[in-house]
């Protein structure tokens, strides 16, 4: 709930593409196990049922429509955008995986990429 909440703190709480209230949050870099993305902020995006599963205009069918997006969360978080406190620890980026160094980690990250 807590990262739901960050997420429309960020984006709103409406569909980023039509502004339907009826939303769900969308990994942007999937997440499960194996894949590596991961339940942050920064990884996420509301969009309705139309604009997030459906067939034909939905990120998960269009390839085109994800590439924008995923490409929108590089320029404005970083390529790191989708991992977590210990993706970061275990690949050297912070001393130890506490939320404190993420989030320092992750503002740099995005005052950086914003510049």
Same mark, same amino acid.
């Given at each position: 709930?807590?990262?739901?909440?960050e997420?429309f703190?960020?984006? &709103?709480d409406?569909?980023?593409?039509? @502004?339907? !209230?009826?939303v769900?949050? =969308? #990994?942007?870099?999937?997440?499960?196990?194996?894949?590596? &993305?991961?339940?942050?902020?920064?990884? @996420?995006? !509301?969009l309705?049922?139309? =604009? #997030?599963?459906?067939?034909?205009?939905?990120?998960?069918?269009?390839?085109?429509?994800?590439?924008?997006?995923r490409?929108?969360?590089?320029?404005?978080?970083g390529?790191?955008?989708y991992?977590?406190?210990?993706?970061?620890?275990?690949?050297?980026?912070?001393?130890?995986?506490?939320?404190?160094?993420?989030e320092?980690?992750?503002e740099?990250?995005?005052?950086?990429?914003?510049r």
């Open positions: 709930r807590k990262t739901k909440n997420i703190r960020i984006w &709103g409406r569909c980023f593409v039509c @502004g339907s !209230p009826n769900s949050c =969308h #990994h942007v870099y999937e997440k499960g196990y194996g894949k590596g &993305g991961r339940g942050v902020k920064t990884n @996420g995006l !509301p309705c049922q139309l =604009h #997030h599963t459906d067939q034909n205009h939905g990120i998960h069918h269009d390839r085109a429509f994800y590439n924008r997006v490409e929108m969360f590089i320029k404005k978080f390529p790191r955008y991992q977590d406190k210990y993706d970061l620890w275990m690949d050297g980026l912070i001393e130890s995986p506490t939320d404190e160094l993420y320092a980690y992750m740099q990250e995005e005052k950086r990429m914003n």
